[in-house]
C-alpha cells in the first residue's frame, strides 16, 4: 500500500488549499484514511477522517473550515481547507488505516499559512 499526498504549499491567513491523498496497491479491507497534522515541537494530530462507509469527524479545531471527501474512482480523499490561520500551518500527513490493524503513512505534505 502506498499513500502520495500532494496540494501543500504557502498561503494568506483566510486563504484555501486542497490536499490529495491518493492510494494505491491492496486497499480491499481499508477502514478508514484520516489526515493528520504536526507542527513543529507539537505532537501529531487527527485533523479528518472518513471512513470507508463515509462517515466523518473532524477535530474542533478545523469544524465548519475543512472538509474532508473521498473520490472512489480515483482511490484519493481530499481534504479542502478554507479559513486557513497561521495555526493551521503544519507538515500534513495522509493515513490508512485497515481491518487487521494494518496502518500506513504518506510521506506528507508542507503547509504554511501567513498572517
Known amino acids: 500500500v502506498q499513500l502520495v499526498e500532494s496540494g501543500g504549499g504557502l498561503v494568506q491567513a483566510g486563504g484555501s488549499l486542497r490536499l490529495s491523498c491518493a492510494v494505491s496497491g491492496s486497499i480491499f479491507r481499508l477502514n478508514a484514511v484520516g489526515w493528520y497534522r504536526q507542527a513543529p515541537g507539537k505532537q501529531r494530530e487527527l485533523v479528518a477522517a472518513i471512513t470507508s462507509g463515509g462517515s466523518t469527524n473532524y477535530a474542533d479545531s478545523v469544524k465548519g473550515r475543512f472538509t474532508i471527501s473521498r473520490e472512489n474512482a480515483k482511490n484519493t480523499v481530499y481534504l479542502q481547507m478554507n479559513s486557513l490561520r497561521p495555526e493551521d500551518t503544519a507538515v500534513y500527513y495522509c493515513?490508512?488505516?485497515?481491518?487487521?490493524?494494518?496502518?500506513?503513512w504518506g510521506q506528507g505534505t508542507q503547509v504554511t499559512v501567513s498572517s
Open positions: 493515513n490508512a488505516n485497515f481491518a487487521g490493524g494494518s496502518s500506513y
